[in-house]
């Protein structure tokens, strides 16, 4: 290790120390009462970028499409499983 790193070790530790005799610090909340909340809420909300109508349908069509796939798929293996263990129980 060379003289750099251990004065950066140092004082990383020293930091620690004086960081340990303090103690925590005590935590503050500051409650904003409900009509500053939701002006807040607002200001946030103007903020999102919403997807158009078009863009909200093509996104349902895709998610209806990959889980009436996936739940064919799932319907399919469980039938296949199925008859595998009845055969192989049934010999």
Same mark, same amino acid.
């Given at each position: 290790?060379?003289?750099?790193?251990?004065?950066?070790?140092?004082? =990383?530790?020293?930091?620690?120390?004086?960081?340990?005799?303090?103690?925590?610090?005590?935590? %503050?909340?500051?409650?904003? &009462? !409900?009509?500053q909340f939701m002006r807040e809420v607002r200001q946030e909300l103007k903020k999102v970028?919403?997807?158009?109508?078009? =863009?909200?349908?093509?996104?349902?069509?895709?998610?209806?499409?990959?889980?009436?796939?996936? %739940?064919?798929?799932?319907? &399919? !293996?469980?039938?296949?499983?199925?008859?595998?263990?009845?055969?192989?129980?049934?010999?």
């Open positions: 290790m060379n003289r750099e790193m251990r004065r950066l070790q140092q004082k =990383e530790e020293d930091r620690a120390k004086k960081r340990r005799a303090e103690g925590p610090k005590p935590k %503050t909340r500051d409650r904003v &009462g !409900l009509r970028a919403w997807p158009t109508r078009e =863009e909200t349908v093509t996104y349902s069509v895709v998610v209806l499409i990959v889980t009436v796939f996936t %739940t064919g798929f799932t319907f &399919g !293996l469980d039938l296949l499983f199925k008859q595998g263990i009845l055969d192989l129980l049934s010999v």
